[in-house]
T-cell receptor
Framework: ETGVTQSPTHLIKTRGQQVTLRCSSQSGHNTVSWYQQALGQGPQFIFQ???????GRGNFPPRFSGLQFPNYSSELNVNALELDDSALYLC?????????????????FGSGTRLTVV | QKEVEQDPGPLSVPEGAIVSLNCTYS??????FMWYRQYSRKGPELLMYTYSSGNKEDGRFTAQVDKSSKYISLFIRDSQPSDSATYLC??????????FGTGTSLTVIP
């Protein structure tokens, strides 16, 4: 059973640029969530994808967007990067079963992508 | 008021000590409570999961939820140097997102 893998592990971008982060979900999982973790803070929910559609969104502007693919992998795209976007971006996969409205505790996190905006 | 507030620490304890980590939350409707451990340069990993009130024990770890005071705790007995990490309390809300605390950094000194 493979875990959640994220790429790249580190990235440096210039303010105003665009970035795409990638996540491969754990085998058997069908839902992907993205979180932003600033230094010294807890992760903040960006959004979740289920069946290739957004299934909930946190308090992030529209320049944060995502995709989920048929193999359940996912991308996080951030446009017009700002200095405050510098953070660890975490992907978490889970299994949402039909008839259940949430995955409860079965979330597996990746090690994250460290994004630095200069 | 933030949804989850966590005692920030940092905490430094000698090996073998009992560690108490604490969070408070704002909404009495919250039901699913977790504790995650995060090592440096890694993602959070689930330690304990509790539904509603009460205690749950797993080896050296005990998670406690007091819904009347909206308080969650994690106790670590016989702490080990390998327990040195950041501990995050988390609440699953709306079925699809976590509210995390800010994390407490723990160092266990051999």
């Amino acid at each position: 059973e493979t875990g959640v893998t994220q790429s790249p592990t580190h990235l440096i971008k210039t303010r105003g640029q665009q970035v795409t982060l990638r996540c491969s979900s754990q085998s058997g999982h069908n839902t992907v969530s993205w979180y932003q973790q600033a230094l010294g803070q807890g992760p903040q929910f960006i959004f979740q994808y289920y069946r290739e559609e957004e299934n909930g969104r946190g308090n992030f502007p529209p320049r944060f967007s995502g995709l989920q693919f048929p193999n359940y992998s996912s991308e996080l795209n951030v446009n017009a990067l700002e200095l405050d976007d510098s953070a660890l971006y975490l992907c978490a996969s889970s299994l949402l079963r039909q008839g259940f409205h949430h995955s409860t505790y079965g979330y597996t996190f990746g090690s994250g992508t460290r994004l630095t905006v200069v | 008021q933030k949804e989850v507030e966590q005692d920030p620490g940092p905490l430094s304890v000698p090996e073998g000590a009992i560690v108490s980590l604490n969070c408070t939350y704002s909404n009495s409707a919250f039901q699913y409570f977790m504790w995650y451990r995060q090592y440096s340069r890694k993602g959070p990993e689930l330690l304990m999961y509790t539904y509603s009130s009460g205690n749950k024990e797993d080896g050296r770890f005990t998670a406690q939820v007091d819904k009347s005071s909206k308080y969650i705790s994690l106790f670590i007995r016989d702490s080990q140097p390998s327990d040195s990490a950041t501990y995050l309390c988390a609440i699953l809300v709306g079925g699809n997102q976590f509210y995390f605390g800010t994390g407490t950094s723990l160092t266990v000194i051999p």
